[in-house]
Nanobody
Framework: VQLVESGGGLVLPGGSLRVSCVAS????????MNWLRQAPGKGPEWVSS????????HYAAPVKGRFTISRDNAKNTLYLEMNSLKPEDTGLYYCARGGSILSTMREYDYRGQGTQVTVSS
């Protein structure tokens, strides 16, 4: 199993960014997928999850309405579109594989190395 994130960078407050996660080594379309982030000096924070096939999504309160998670099962790729970014969104963003059913959505067993997102003027 391999998860490789990309797309991070430095962005101004109010700006937008899209990060991606390319998966390999497993049946991508059969697993819930998640985005998490970790700010400097803090623990991991769950950001968003997406269901296997019909795209049902879930968001943490701080990002709801600003972030959009999506997936392309044909390309084994997970995305996170981030709009109206704030300095408190700064952190290492990484994707994590969940289970195959709703009750295991956030039971992460593999994660990527992450991509850094910095929101600053």
């Amino acid at each position: 199993v391999q998860l490789v994130e990309s797309g991070g960078g430095l962005v101004l407050p109010g700006g937008s960014l899209r990060v991606s996660c390319v998966a390999s080594g497993f049946a991508f379309g059969r697993h819930y997928m998640n985005w998490l982030r970790q700010a400097p000096g803090k623990g991991p924070e769950w950001v968003s999850s997406i269901r296997t096939s019909n795209g049902q999504t879930h968001y943490a309160a701080p990002v709801k309405g600003r972030f959009t998670i999506s997936r392309d099962n044909a390309k084994n790729t997970l995305y996170l579109e981030m709009n109206s970014l704030k300095p408190e969104d700064t952190g290492l963003y990484y994707c994590a594989r969940g289970g195959s059913i709703l009750s295991t959505m956030r039971e992460y067993d593999y994660r990527g190395q992450g991509t850094q997102v910095t929101v600053s003027s």
